[in-house]
């Protein structure tokens, strides 16, 4: 790989060991893809910072990276933890997890990252088209690279952090052009009825495509809250990282060659739903994955006008995002629902609730949930989420 000058000093430690343990893991990543280069990152979005997820092997590489003076050097911002501030009283947990969850946050915050702890931190610190980026979390990857037409790789935790730190990364995948061209046309036979149906579209769309960038037809005037979604049950479902929709942007750059065809109509979503969903009565309801924007707590709002809850029912956001609408979140919370930031009932410890049927809109959720906390889940659109939390078993 070509490095310039100040990189090869970087690379050798002349710059310090932490710049130097970045460049080793961004050099080795490139020469594993064919990188001929490092490119200049905008900024970088790093996962790993639950406690339940990643454990103390996380907390051990942190607090050596902070002892090699390691810093981020571009915008970098964290993936959700295990708890807020309430739910850590809520969920009663023990004192070293806690201690153990805060210690993590916290090495992230020496080392420069900004605590946003959301999946959605595009609301916040939105990328330019056509800026190079070193993402983690599959989400947010697809979600710059489909809606705002950056370009990212699917980065793990490490590289992106890597990236973070040295402010670069390695030039292969979907930083190349002609990688982002698709590689299957998905012609969708029916009009979605509901965000549910088009995110299990979307589940479906990414177990079949493999790593190519799916072409949807036959979608149109979708909401920037659906196709979050939507991207995030197609990077769920499998590997994609970027998708494209006819007579959206980012487009193909010319004609059409020819791809391999997929035709998707309404009874072959019965498959994913059948895998994902459980039936029964939930003891909760969960919306929020990915993070809910602005529009979509304003949305919850208006369906639970004038409404209680009766069962408990989490909407997960960032603090950003919670910030930019206080009347959406006052009335959410006068309904009894509970709107949570920095976490989502994925990588909290929602078991500790006792809790065995979880009732959520997102696909993705469903997806996780039963192997990370042992919890069942029925998938219901937004609206039917709102009837049953509003609803006694
Ligand atoms: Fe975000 Fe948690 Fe879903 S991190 S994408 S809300 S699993």
């Known amino acids: ?33 064919g990188a001929e280069r490092l490119l200049p990152i905008r900024s970088a979005h790093v996962s790993g910072v639950s406690y339940k997820t990643v454990g103390d092997v996380a907390i051990g590489f ?8 390691a810093r981020a050097s571009v915008p970098a911002t964290t993936n959700p933890c295990g708890f807020d501030e309430r739910l850590k009283a ?21 080392l420069g990252l900004l605590r946003t702890l959301t999946c959605v931190p595009y609301y916040q610190l939105r990328p330019e088209e056509g800026s190079h980026l070193a993402w983690a979390e599959s989400s947010a990857v697809v979600y710059a690279n489909s809606v705002l037409g950056a370009l990212t790789n699917r980065e793990g935790s490490p590289s992106a952090l ?21 590689g299957l046309l998905v012609d969708v036979l029916f009009n979605p009825r509901d965000e549910l149906e088009l995110w299990a579209l979307g589940f479906l769309v990414g177990q079949v495509a493999g790593d190519a960038v799916p072409l949807l037809r036959g979608l149109r005037g979708l909401p ?36 391999e065809k997929l035709q998707v109509g309404r009874e072959d979503l019965s498959d994913v739903m059948d895998k994902l969903s459980s039936p029964g009565e939930p003891d909760m309801v969960f919306v929020g994955c990915p993070h809910c924007s602005r529009e979509e707590l304003e949305l919850i709002a208006r369906l639970l006008k004038g409404r209680r809850t009766e069962r408990p029912l989490w909407i997960c956001t960032s603090r950003h ?23 989502c009932v994925v990588v909290s410890w929602v078991e500790r609730l006792g809790v065995d049927l979880v009732a959520t809109n997102s696909p993705k959720a469903a997806y996780y949930l039963p192997g990370l906390s042992g919890v069942q889940v029925r998938l219901a659109s937004l609206g039917e989420c709102v009837e049953l939390a509003c609803s006694r078993s």
């Open 162 to 182: 890597a990236a973070a730190i040295a402010g670069r990364t390695p030039d292969y995948g979907l930083h190349r052009p002609e990688n982002r061209e698709p």
């Open 224 to 259: 920037d809250w659906e196709l979050k979604g939507l991207g995030a049950s197609m990077a769920s479902g499998g590997m994609t990282a970027m998708f494209m929709l006819e007579g959206g942007r980012p487009r193909p750059r010319g004609p059409l060659r020819e791809l």
């Open 321 to 343: 995002v919670r910030a930019s609408c206080p009347e959406a979140v006052r009335a959410l919370e006068a309904s009894g629902a509970l709107v949570v930031v920095d976490t």
């Open 1 to 33: 790989m070509y490095l310039s000058r100040e990189e090869e000093r970087a690379l050798d430690g002349e710059l310090g060991p932490g710049l130097q343990l970045a460049m080793r893991i961004l050099v080795k990543l490139g020469d594993l893809f």
């Open 62 to 69: 942190l607090e050596e990276l902070v002892e090699m003076g």
């Open 90 to 110: 809520i969920l009663d947990l023990p004192d070293e997890v806690v201690a153990a969850q805060e210690r993590l946050v916290d090495l992230y915050s020496e």
